[in-house]
């Protein structure tokens, strides 16, 4: 049973930072991908960033420059570190993870954009930036 467990969010003014971390039990692969998305009120689920176990990584053009994501292998837990953050970047953050039993793309190619590459989802972290 995969469990992903998102924390870190939180309320911070414009400017600020915030370290996000997802710990995933039962997912323990040695291939693997994993992602952050986020969805605002009002609008579709998007993804932010996704990291592939040969360390390749994608990001939205939005937050280029400003987040980070990486993964422990040894603690089984992915970041997303977000700095210089601004309001619209305000939204429940989700972490998913893809089958690793099942084909699933590279960290760098465009269906790792896809909500439905990813089959397991957490619940979410809120993050509310202010002006």
């Known amino acids: 049973q995969v469990q992903l467990v998102e924390s870190g969010g939180g309320s911070v003014q414009a400017g600020g930072s915030l370290r996000l971390s997802c710990a995933a039990s039962?997912?323990?692969?040695?291939?693997?991908?994993m992602g952050w998305f986020r969805q605002a009120p009002g609008r579709e689920r998007a993804v932010v960033a996704s990291v592939d176990s040969d360390g390749r990584t994608s990001y939205a053009d939005s937050v280029k420059g400003r987040f980070t994501i990486s993964k422990d292998n040894a603690k089984n837990t992915l970041y997303l570190q977000m700095n210089s953050l601004k309001p619209e970047d305000t939204a429940m953050y989700y972490c998913?993870?893809?089958?690793?039993?099942?084909?699933?793309?590279?960290?760098?190619?465009?269906?790792?954009?896809?909500?439905?590459?990813?089959?397991?989802w957490g619940q979410g972290t809120q993050v509310t930036v202010s002006s």
């Open positions: 039962g997912y323990t692969s040695s291939r693997h991908l």
């Open positions: 998913a993870a893809a089958r690793p039993d099942r084909w699933f793309p590279r960290a760098d190619s465009p269906l790792a954009r896809w909500a439905s590459t990813y089959h397991y």
